[in-house]
Antibody
Framework: QVQLQQWGAGLLKPSETLSLTCAVY????????WSWIRQPPGKGLEWIGE???????NYNPSLKSRVTISVDTSKNQFSLKLSSVTAADTAVYYC????????????????WGKGTTVTVSS | SSELTQDPAVSVALGQTVRITCQGD??????ASWYQQKPGQAPVLVIY???NRPSGIPDRFSGSSSGNTASLTITGAQAEDEADYYC??????????FGGGTKLTVL
């Protein structure tokens, strides 16, 4: 049973850099894309970006200038950095696994972390 | 455009059938996936691909697609199905937008 365990700083000041890490336990790290998603209080889900075991990334165009997702295959972990945070970045941040298949006309995230609440406040 | 549009709220009587829809240009090329989210919990995948259910998802959940619209149907809605439902897909640029979500109320 694959599990994702995530952690990181929960309280940031404006202009600081958000940093979260997600560890993958009980399953293969290769053959998947590893995603970050966030949810502001009372609002919907927003896809942030993803990375595979080779380090290939895709980012949400609206966040691309501030986002870096990296991978550490030796630890089966991937990380999110979001720079220059503001109050609008206050949200629950989730990590998730997305199975990949070349040429597939579908995309889905089948395993999710429990979420980390990040608050940006001065 | 990679935007996905959902109705904000839908209601259904207990035991009846409800359809939740998701519209977007990317759905003409890619199937949607559907997620159920209950308060204070992480989303759970309920439908993916043409009409696939992960292990443990009841068979009252089904998916379909036509043109630019994807649908999640719950046949015989139960009280425990009351939740927010989100669609998600991909576009040709590698972006994976979510719909705005639909709040399902079971009456």
């Amino acid at each position: 049973q694959v599990q994702l365990q995530q952690w990181g700083a929960g309280l940031l000041k404006p202009s600081e850099t958000l940093s979260l890490t997600c560890a993958v336990y009980g399953g293969s790290f290769s053959g998947y894309y590893w995603s970050w998603i966030r949810q502001p209080p009372g609002k919907g889900l927003e896809w942030i970006g993803e990375i595979n075991h080779s380090g290939s990334t895709n980012y949400n165009p609206s966040l691309k200038s501030r986002v870096t997702i990296s991978v550490d295959t030796s630890k089966n972990q991937f990380s999110l950095k979001l720079s220059s945070v503001t109050a609008a970045d206050t949200a629950v941040y989730y990590c998730a696994r997305a199975p990949t298949k070349l040429g597939a006309h579908y995309y889905y995230m089948d395993v999710w972390g429990k979420g980390t609440t990040v608050t940006v406040s001065s | 455009s990679s935007e996905l549009t959902q109705d904000p709220a839908v209601s259904v009587a207990l035991g009846q059938t409800v359809r939740i829809t998701c519209q977007g240009d990317s759905l003409r090329s890619y199937y949607a996936s559907w997620y159920q989210q209950k308060p204070g919990q992480a989303p759970v995948l309920v439908i993916y691909g043409k009409n696939n259910r992960p292990s443990g998802i009841p068979d009252r959940f089904s998916g379909s697609s036509s043109g630019n619209t994807a649908s999640l149907t719950i046949t015989g809605a139960q009280a425990e199905d009351e939740a927010d439902y989100y669609c998600n897909s991909r576009d040709s640029s590698g972006n994976h937008p979510f719909g705005g979500g639909t709040k399902l109320t079971v009456l």
